[in-house]
């Protein structure tokens, strides 16, 4: 009802007519449709006794090298980085010509859009001058990583970024597997793996960027809620949210979990709600430090929001005025004959989003809570911004995504289990050479 509400209002205030507001009326209606089966999925999970998943493929499945095969997950999610780097270098050939050395040339391609700012933070820090001081948009936690990174093995910090970088990757592909190993098989937990890094945006997961890093932070965090160790879940929340803004929303899915292993309400005591309560607070620990930040360095608490609205032209809004937005700009890219924008910015940003939501809605009533409830605060304020640039990035650090497609293609026939990964395969390496290819892609 405030869903519709919200929307109404927006509609009678907007200038947007014909298929823009459609397709706003459309998103809305799609994300209205998830809330209402967050309860029976709850009721449906609080009633079930099903047996542990490694049981179903029996006792050799119960070998911890079998149930744990993080080695080989190492080495495939390495070998999946290697390829796309050889293939943006071959895309790039191809199409400019032998411009520089191979680790010159990967610099080029890869140090683009937010890359540098992170780079330059790692190794200046935070400035209140020059062109720089916009950069504190930027969380610190990732900049650290790398600036320790480079400490301990030396190199550039383009070199030091992608070390981190692709090291976070790895460590996430692990611990998304054991998310979805709690729940499935060993072989459907690697399907899900396997959906996970074949997502487009996950691309950047190898880039100087904080994706990756993000993405760690936010399963340690989830996977620690799922086992009830909520105060070290409240620890990596934190440090999710001194990675990105994003992190605090993982308050949320602890809050669940907790809500999912607590007595009825009526029983709690003043312990159940102290545990909650602190647990919550840690995360709020990361977005404290990184405003302090912003204090010493500017001396405004939230200078990051006069440059985010000022600078960089973004501020909350409604998601589906982004999906309005992104439809008049691509239509009138299209009428002008301008590809570059289309198909490198606004198309891959509206495919992001309602392929989200079309994944998520069939899936809610079958999905974890937790899940279906951060998706739900992740989507709402990464797609509400008022300037989406990046959309497909932003979903593919969004966890729950890659666990429901699984859900949705566990029981379904094995072309089409086949045929998801390879086209996802495929429009991976699409989003990839328009990247390297200079397109809009951020």
Known sequence: ??????????????????????????????????PPQLCPALEALRAQSAPAPAEEGGKRSLRFWRRHPWLKIALGLLALRLLLYAFAYAADIRVNGYTGSLLNTLERLWTRTDAPHYIGIAKNWYVAEGDPRFHIVFFPLYPLVIRLIGYLCGGSGFAAALVASNLCA??????????AALDYPRRDALYTLLIGVLLPGALFLGAPMSESLFLLLSLACMLCARKRKFLLAGAFGA???????LGVLLAVPIAVEFLLCAPPLKSWHKKDIARLLVSLAIVGLGTAGYVYINYAVTGDAFKFLQYQREHWHQALGFFWNTAAYQTEYLLSAL??????????????NLLAAFGALAIMLPAARRLRPSYSAYFLVYFAVSIGCTWLLSGPRYLAVCFPLPLTAAALLRHSPKWLRVLAPVGLGCLLLVYTALYVLGYPVY
């Not at 440090?239 to 803004?245: H, K, N, P, V, Y």
């Not at 009428?335 to 891959?348: C, F, N, S, V």
């Open 239 to 245: 440090l999710a949210a001194f990675t990105r803004s």
């Open 170 to 179: 790895i460590g996430g592909g692990i611990l998304l597997y054991e998310l």
């Open 1 to 34: 009802m405030l869903l519709a509400a919200a929307f109404a209002y927006w509609a009678f205030s907007a200038a947007y007519l014909g298929m823009a507001l459609l397709v706003a009326a459309l998103s809305c209606a799609l994300f209205g449709l998830i």
């Open 335 to 348: 009428a002008q004959g301008d590809m570059r924008m289309a198909w490198g910015l606004y198309l891959p």
